[in-house]
């Protein structure tokens, strides 16, 4: 097998690694609460903090992943994140436990801006950040399971993510020390390009993660207080969710482009509305997992297809961080946003508030999705159907389909200093 279809298995645990953080926000911010001198709204302002900072990694880091290198940022940032989490497991103080959620949050965005940039660059990025997804997914419904049997305490969570960037420092020997794009290739994709649509899937994207982590953030007390669980049922009913997101994402992975973007977008963002509705109007056991199960099995479903979208905008992975970044300052304003909305006016009124602004931005996203149709796909989305079908694309195809509103180039830099270190 040729590297060029090698999967990029040190991006995908980069990835997993980064993403972990906000999987984990229920247990995370309502260990927060029961664990230390803090309330409902001020644990989940600590949440919001911790994924603010993630995105403010992103932003910050974004134009100097060449300037540093792939496998140096790469691991400043598993370090902070071992740092900042660790640090914060370990103390009862509530200003320590505050600045290392920070700390580590800046490593966990800066982790996902290492993967998200070379996922980007990767011939099948949509085949790269599902399976992203799927180990995140798998690895927090295992610490949802194992956490509520290890004892109270707000360290569990976190020490489970500081623990899991250890585990993931050795993969980054295999990534580039440095990205080695041409002048040619520099010059033509200097610029963004399509910048309406990157611009309005980056605003959006913010809106829809900011009503996703809202309930996510307080669907644990949604559980604990109005559905009357224990901790212990709660955690089995996150991690099945989590589990019948594995099936979701193996689905969309297996779909690929079959039914473009808009659909999968557009009817996938209604869906989730209304799962919102019913897992926040919960008052038994048979509705909050029912809600939850539907609502974790769709959102990485459409989360893989708005990912894949922003890579297809831009062949040197620019708007994919972007657009991540923005999705993470969405999910850093969750937390506290739920907190505030259900402390004020309840969980079911949060859940109908958060639905009908889900099914307000869906409109945008999907026309983005529209239009990115209307251009050819780019070949590594195309791709994705010919390789489900067993046959083998032709050598040399390219990743970027050549446009009236896109330079063609031919091979992006990361991918070619990715391939000859995983060559080797």
Same mark, same amino acid.
């Given at each position: 097998?040729?590297?060029r279809?090698?999967?990029?298995?040190?991006?995908?645990?980069?990835?997993?690694?980064?993403?972990?953080?906000?999987?984990?926000?229920?247990?995370?911010?309502?260990r927060?609460?029961?664990?230390?001198?803090?309330?409902?709204?001020?644990?989940?302002?600590?949440?919001?903090?911790?994924?603010?900072?993630?995105?403010?990694?992103?932003? /910050?880091?974004?134009? @100097?992943?060449?300037? %540093?290198?792939?496998? =140096? +940022?790469?691991?400043?940032? #598993? !370090?902070?994140a071992? &740092?900042?989490?660790?640090?914060?497991?370990?103390?009862?103080?509530?200003?320590?436990?505050?600045?290392?959620?920070?700390?580590?949050?800046?490593?966990?965005?800066?982790?996902?801006?290492?993967?998200?940039?070379?996922?980007?660059?990767?011939?099948?990025?949509?085949?790269?950040?599902?399976?992203?997804?799927?180990?995140v997914?798998?690895l927090?419904?295992?610490v949802?399971?194992?956490?509520?049997h290890?004892?109270?305490?707000?360290?569990?969570?976190?020490?489970?993510i500081?623990?899991?960037?250890?585990?993931?420092w050795?993969?980054?020997?295999?990534?580039?020390?440095?990205?080695?794009?041409?002048?040619?290739?520099?010059?033509?994709?200097?610029? /963004?390009?399509?910048? @309406?649509?990157?611009l %309005?899937?980056?605003? =959006? +994207?913010?809106?829809?993660? #900011? !009503?996703?982590?809202? &309930?996510?953030?307080?669907?644990?007390?949604?559980?604990?207080?109005?559905?009357?669980l224990?901790?212990?049922?709660?955690?089995?009913?996150?991690?099945?969710?989590?589990?019948?997101?594995?099936v979701?994402?193996?689905?969309?992975?297996?779909?690929?482009?079959?039914?473009?973007?808009a659909?999968?977008?557009?009817?996938?963002?209604?869906?989730i509305?209304?799962?919102?509705?019913?897992?926040?109007?919960?008052?038994?056991?048979?509705?909050?997992?029912t809600?939850?199960?539907?609502w974790n099995t769709?959102?990485?479903?459409v989360?893989?297809?708005?990912?894949?979208?922003a890579?297809?905008?831009?062949?040197?992975?620019?708007?994919?961080?972007?657009?991540?970044?923005?999705?993470?300052?969405?999910?850093?304003?969750?937390?506290?946003?739920?907190s505030?909305?259900? !402390?004020?006016?309840?969980?079911?009124?949060?859940?109908?508030?958060?639905?009908?602004?889900?099914?307000?931005?869906?409109?945008?996203?999907?026309?983005?999705?529209?239009?990115?149709?209307?251009?050819?796909?780019?070949?590594?989305?195309?791709?994705?159907?010919?390789e489900?079908?067993?046959?083998?694309?032709?050598?040399?195809?390219?990743?970027?389909?050549?446009?009236?509103?896109?330079?063609?180039?031919?091979?992006?830099?990361?991918?070619?200093?990715?391939?000859s270190?995983?060559?080797?």
């Open positions: 097998m040729s590297a279809t090698t999967m990029p298995w040190p991006l995908v645990a980069l990835f997993t690694a980064g993403y972990l953080a906000p999987y984990l926000l229920p247990t995370t911010v309502g927060l609460d029961a664990g230390l001198p803090l309330s409902a709204t001020q644990a989940g302002a600590v949440g919001s903090a911790l994924l603010l900072s993630s995105a403010a990694a992103g932003f /910050l880091l974004v134009s @100097r992943i060449d300037r %540093v290198g792939p496998r =140096t +940022l790469a691991r400043i940032g #598993l !370090a902070l071992v &740092l900042g989490y660790g640090s914060a497991a370990l103390t009862h103080a509530v200003p320590a436990v505050i600045a290392g959620a920070i700390v580590g949050g800046f490593g966990s965005g800066t982790a996902t801006t290492v993967a998200a940039s070379g996922i980007a660059a990767e011939r099948d990025p949509h085949r790269a950040s599902t399976l992203g997804l799927l180990c997914s798998a927090a419904g295992a949802y399971l194992t956490v509520p290890l004892g109270a305490g707000h360290g569990r969570p976190l020490a489970a500081a623990l899991t960037a250890l585990a993931v050795p993969l980054t020997a295999r990534l580039p020390v440095r990205t080695t794009a041409t002048e040619h290739t520099r010059v033509e994709t200097a610029g /963004l390009p399509h910048r @309406r649509a990157g %309005v899937l980056a605003a =959006t +994207l913010l809106c829809w993660s #900011l !009503a996703q982590n809202s &309930l996510w953030g307080v669907s644990g007390r949604i559980g604990l207080t109005q559905a009357h224990s901790e212990v049922t709660v955690g089995a009913v996150f991690a099945i969710a989590l589990g019948t997101g594995l979701g994402v193996i689905g969309a992975g297996a779909l690929g482009s079959r039914l473009g973007r659909v999968p977008i557009g009817a996938g963002t209604a869906l509305a209304g799962c919102i509705v019913l897992s926040a109007s919960a008052h038994d056991l048979r509705t909050f997992a809600g939850e199960i539907a769709l959102y990485p479903i989360l893989s297809y708005v990912l894949g979208l890579a297809s905008l831009d062949p040197r992975g620019r708007w994919a961080v972007l657009v991540g970044s923005a999705s993470s300052l969405g999910t850093a304003a969750g937390p506290l946003t739920g505030v909305l259900s !402390a004020g006016a309840g969980f079911p009124a949060m859940g109908a508030i958060l639905a009908a602004g889900l099914i307000v931005v869906a409109v945008p996203m999907t026309a983005v999705a529209v239009g990115s149709g209307r251009r050819r796909l780019p070949q590594s989305i195309v791709e994705i159907s010919v489900a079908r067993g046959a083998r694309p032709l050598r040399g195809a390219g990743n970027c389909a050549t446009s009236p509103h896109r330079p063609a180039v031919s091979t992006p830099a990361y991918e070619n200093s990715y391939a270190t995983s060559a080797t």
